[in-house]
């Protein structure tokens, strides 16, 4: 559904993004802007990355075997992985531009977050119990951040932030909107895709009957919908306001964030909606479902 006059063409239902190595990929060029790719695996893959720096995770997938060759040299890394998103915390891998990545064992999904590099960083490993978890906003507006490359908690990185958020069923994300476009008296640039699964309170990973709202608006009105998420779905977020990200009671929301964009330095600044700002004054107890999952695995 859409409280606009326009469809913006940002979103893109589960399968209408599928490649040859699995449910979803979107480069830089398909989408029209500069920055930020995504691409989801299910099966044994091989890319190359040229000008890009990547962020590999296991989203459903286990000892998951990376072969990266970048400048002549050659390393190996098995990836844990997990059961799916909402059964635990994964480790990871940061890979340089130029690399060449081989994907083998694969079975389950492995996301391959991108953006475009302007130096060269060396291959990393993080530990799941390396990653750190996070509860952030409050009452109903609480949840899960799980910060995987992020410039507070990743340094060694060109352009790329990643993150990933779980949202209880009926909690909102996303709230108070904010945007970071660059546009106006917002100074932080960042192009932003948004990959979602959405479970059971009992699922690992996304259940086909589940569903979400997400609600994006420009500041020149041009653009402004929310639409109903369904488990796999992808959406843009090229400019604006993004939120609230809708929950459905009993239906948790997981969605991966890959955020780039043309500043000197790493930022994840935002601007909020000045209209909402107030809200977060408010907040002064959390959900107790959270955080949901750990390293070691499910928690609540």
Not at 190 to 197: A, K, S, T
């Given at each position: 559904m859409s409280s606009g006059s326009t469809d913006s063409g940002w979103y893109h239902p589960h399968g209408t993004l599928a490649h040859d190595g699995g449910p979803m990929s979107i480069t830089v060029e398909e989408a029209g802007w500069a920055y930020s790719g995504l691409?989801?695996?299910?099966?044994?893959?091989?890319?190359?990355?040229e000008d890009r720096e990547a962020v590999i995770v296991p989203l459903s997938a286990r000892d998951v075997a990376v072969v990266i060759r970048v400048a002549g040299e050659e390393s190996s890394y098995t990836l844990t992985g997990r059961d799916g998103v909402f059964s635990a915390v994964s480790d990871w891998l940061y890979v340089t531009r130029g690399a060449h990545i081989d994907f083998r064992n694969v079975s389950g999904e492995v996301a391959i977050l991108t953006a475009k590099a302007r130096a060269d960083h060396p291959v990393a490993y993080t530990a799941a119990a390396d990653v750190p978890v996070e509860v952030r906003g409050g009452g109903q507006a609480s949840r899960q951040v799980t910060n995987i490359a992020t410039p507070d908690s990743f340094t060694g990185a060109d352009r790329i932030s990643v993150c990933e958020v779980i949202t209880p069923?009926?909690?909102w994300s996303s709230w108070p909107p904010h945007r970071h476009d660059g546009i106006g008296d917002c100074p932080t640039s960042?192009?932003?895709?948004?990959?979602?699964?959405i479970g059971t309170n009992d699922s690992p990973h996304g259940d086909p009957l589940g569903h979400g709202l997400f609600h994006v608006y420009t500041v020149d009105n041009s653009v402004d919908e929310t639409v109903v998420i369904s488990d796999g779905d992808t959406y843009l977020v090229p400019e604006g306001y993004h939120g609230?990200?809708?929950?459905?009671?009993?239906?948790?929301?997981?969605?991966?964030?890959?955020?780039?964009?043309?500043?000197?330095?790493?930022?994840m600044a935002f601007c909020d909606d000045p209209n909402h700002h107030w809200i977060r004054g408010t907040w002064t107890e959390q959900d107790d479902r959270l955080p949901m999952t750990s390293a070691e695995g499910r928690v609540r």
């Open positions: 691409t989801v695996i299910d099966r044994d893959f091989s890319m190359d990355l069923g009926g909690n960042n192009e932003e895709i948004y990959y979602f699964r609230p990200t809708a929950a459905a009671p009993d239906y948790p929301m997981y969605f991966l964030n890959v955020l780039a964009g043309p500043a000197e330095d790493r930022t």
